[in-house]
């Protein structure tokens, strides 16, 4: 039975965390940058549904609204100050680093520093043979399956998806053939926030609400991305589902501070050893 | 004009004149800096000294930044992870063993932080392949991460609070207290730094570490092996950082897991980038006006200051990539020169 309940955990942790690193792995496989503001677009997201809550909106109208709301900030983010940072992804990781601090002490003065939580629009467990288990994070796990199977459809069946493939796999060609490269990576950028923005207000019912919730993620989305591999779809799915499940499955099993820094390191090393990211092998 | 059209190439390599006066404003500004440090501190409050301390202190770890990414092209941002692995070491020393000699312990400190870099580096820059600059800024960031981590929450090193009221250092019999005294140290500490980087980023290793800023292929074409390069830069950079860290901790009295951390390491990217990238002075000059700013907005708003500071960062880094030291000095001055004549000023990546 506890086989059931920790298979479980893992799997509502992995969910959402795949949602973050599968934004980030698309903007970084995309633009070739890795955007430092990824934990605050997830902090965005989990603070629109507060606001949602506090002016009496059903919390589930929030997190529809939550990828929207960070979507939008994302696009115009783009717009002003990220889309002058493809050609230098140094600079990218500093700008982006300087636009979370911005958001992030933001959010902080708006919370005033407090810890808050918000109820999730499911409450309460059904049974699963002697198992009770809780509705919300079985509806994380859905809505994560449902917005995989949306991407990847989004990507292989629509024109949109046609042309963002050629705008990652060859830019010039792309452009040549009269895709606007700079609006395929505006729409990008914003998608991938959306994502996050998405994650966030899914797991603010799970985790609670404060400025720096997003931080903790961010590290560990940028190493599922490298172990994935980046410029490619399943590999950021495939990283992040790796990451994000084992640093929910090793704290079972040991310390949870040796489990944090094992993930860490054995990632590590995983792409040291192997640079272009673990689907490497099997493509092509 | 069409003159200008045909003399266009000349125009990368002036005359020798103008390259020499052009060259003459970055000493000046250095030597500027250095008499306002040293007549400066009995003219202050007790607490503007005890800032001035920091600032010097803080600046050794920017130089120890600036000569990694300004000058080998790694961007690290685990600094903090040498200084204070440095600080919780020569703490451990002075808490446990007793140890305070001033000398034994900023050895000490610049040993760990030499080390810890040597290890980062085995792992992160050194290896078969040449590692890619987003791997080794990512590892050195979850370097940074994981050993914050691990002093969070390890209780023999104090866990979330780290370790309280370390002993002064001592030189010989006497006390350093915290105020003119240990300002002096420092200041100290860091002239002797700032002259032996000076020398280092002028040497012929230097020469050959500007070429790889600019182009590593050729560099690597020449028979140079970068990794290895990158890596005694790397070291080098490290056993600065141990030395600022030991010297932070003894300052402050207190050691924490904040000064491992990514928080302490990108706030030294910040301090670098701010001031100017591949100028040394850039990185004192950074830490000294973003530490003065940080405090002036602070007073005026109270909460708020790390959003103004954020948003001035992104300006920073959008509009003026070579920091506020660009604003001063023009690029070809600022890359230097090697050698007769001036080096065509081609901007720095």
New interface residues.
Partial sequence: MTAVAFLFDVLAYSAVFVLVGLGLGIIASMMGI?NFAHGEFVLLGAYTVYLFEQHGLPVWCGMLAAPLVVALVGLLLERI?IR?FYA????A???T???????R??V??LLAGQFYNVTAPLVGSFALGELSVSRWRTAVILITLLVMLGCYALLTQTRMGLQVRAALENPALARASGISTARVYAATFAFGAGLAGLAGGLMVPIYSLSADMGVPFL?KS??AV?LGGMGSFDGAVAGSALVGGSSAALPWFI?P?VA??LV??I??AI??LR?DGLLSHWRR | MPEELISGPARLAPPARVAARARALLPGIELGLLALALVLPPFLEDFWVLFATRVAILSLLALSFDLVWGYAGI?SFGQALFSGMAGYCTALLATQLGVTSVFVLLGTGALVGLFVALAVAA??IL?K?A?????V???T??GS??VE??A??WSFVGGQNGIPSLPRLTLGRFEIAEGPMFYYLALFVLVLVYVGLRFFTRSQLGLVLAGMRQQEGRIAFFGYRLQHLKGVTFCLAGLIAGISGCLYAFHEGYVGPGQLG?VQS?QV??YV?FGGVGTLVGAVLGVSLVDLFSYFLSQRFE??W??V???L??LI??YR?SGLIGLLVSDRERIGSFGRGGKTGEKP?
Avoid: H, N, Q
């Fill in positions: 890795f100050a002058r230098t992804p140094v600079v990781m500093l700008g680093y300087a636009i979370g601090l911005s958001l002490e933001g902080r003065t590290i940028f190493l490298m310390k501070v944090d820094v860490f390191l990632a590590i792409v040291k640079p | 961007m792992l992160v290896g392949r590692p890619s600059l987003v791997f800024s990512l590892g960031l979850t991460y994981v981590r691990l969070r929450g990514p990108t990217v910040l980038l909460t708020a790390p959003i500071l954020g948003v960062l992104l880094v959008m990539p990546r």
